[in-house]
């Protein structure tokens, strides 16, 4: 590797990953994640990093000579001109098993804090009204049916957590079929109306994709049980808030909870935050202490791929075939 590449991180990263950038790199940081300040720092970058916010686009790969890998701190790979990457010949790579735990884990507390009114019981005790055990029902989510939308490594990891912990019954809808997770979870694949059907409660894993956004609408929501909850921990596009609102309003299904947004952060104006039966967290599923470490280190496949290596992580033909058509 020559002497002190440079990597551009658009956003500071956990000290574990930095650590190891800085012993052999020299790091540029990012003051803005407006396109004509990366497209400055990006001429003299050998290597970038990107958390959620901003985009690495065309213009910025083209911008940047030096340039040979592009690393993704976290999974989701939206914000990422993966075409232009490739006909650079620029290498991306990512940590798709880094937040499973953590995002499972999230979904779970979300699908408490619904089923028992966790947010609206906690307003109303704050506030003196002791009177509102009296009011509130929550409903148990042992031996319900869980249905995984997106079987991937969170999706799995969220399964598991649900049928060891609370005994439930799994299916899910995936382009795909996962013999592994029907053989150790007793799992169904579904198609996707009958997993809308038959849930009790919905976890929605997939990518942002083309074929996914707004994938989730009114015609979905209104085949649920009026006794069901959705949850999604992917990207906010993905389903149609709007279609959303409105059956919550009529009280058509029991819940939902998002931990994203279309639009992040959401207008004040946006029509889920006023409804008692949505419950909502900043997209931080993944940020526990234990995964921003597990991402940072998305900093040895950049050193691995300066030093002329192969990365553990890299995307895949199978993940570019998904994100086709997701070009800036």
């Known amino acids: 590797m020559d002497p002190k590449p440079k990597v551009l991180l658009y956003e500071p990263i956990h000290e574990e990953g930095t650590k190891l950038l800085r012993e052999r790199c020299e790091l540029l940081y990012a003051h803005s994640l407006e396109e004509d300040e990366l497209v400055k720092l990006a001429r003299d970058a050998d290597a970038i990093i990107i958390r959620f ?6 213009r910025i790969v083209e911008a940047a000579p030096r340039l040979k890998v592009i690393g993704r701190h976290g999974v989701g790979l939206e914000n990422v001109d993966l075409r232009a990457a490739r006909e ?14 953590s995002v499972a884990e999230h979904f779970v507390g979300l699908a408490t804090a619904l089923a028992k009114h966790i947010p609206v019981s906690n307003q109303a005790v704050k506030q003196g009204r002791w009177e509102v055990r009296r009011e509130l029902t929550g409903r148990e989510l042992h031996g319900k049916t869980l249905g995984v939308l997106g079987m991937g490594r969170i999706g799995q990891q969220t399964a598991r957590i649900c049928r060891h912990g609370f005994g439930m019954e799994v299916i899910y809808f995936d382009v795909r079929s996962y013999p592994h997770v029907e053989n150790e979870l007793g799992a169904k694949r579904k198609e996707l109306e009958d997993l809308f059907r038959e849930s009790d409660l919905i976890s929605i894993n997939l990518p942002l994709l083309p074929t996914t956004r707004h994938l989730v609408n009114a015609r979905l929501f209104n085949l649920m049980k009026p006794t069901a909850y959705i949850v999604n921990m992917a990207r906010g596009p993905i389903w149609n808030e709007e279609d959303l609102a409105e059956v919550l309003k009529r009280r058509a299904i029991a819940g939902a909870a998002s931990d994203v947004f279309e639009e992040e952060p959401p207008s004040p104006s946006n029509p889920l935050l006023g409804l008692d039966n949505f419950v909502a967290t900043p997209h931080s599923a993944a940020h526990t202490e234990e995964s921003l470490i597990r991402m940072s280190l998305v900093a040895e496949d950049i050193l691995r791929v300066l030093d002329g290596k192969e990365p553990q992580y890299p995307v895949t033909e199978e993940v570019y075939a998904q994100y086709e058509g997701m070009a800036s």
Not at 53 to 58: A, E, I, P, T, Y
Not at 88 to 101: H, K
Request: no cysteine; proline share 5%; glycine share 10%.
């Open 53 to 58: 916010n901003g985009r690495v686009s065309r």
């Open 88 to 101: 650079r010949g620029i290498t991306v790579v990512y940590t798709p098993e880094a937040n499973a735990v």
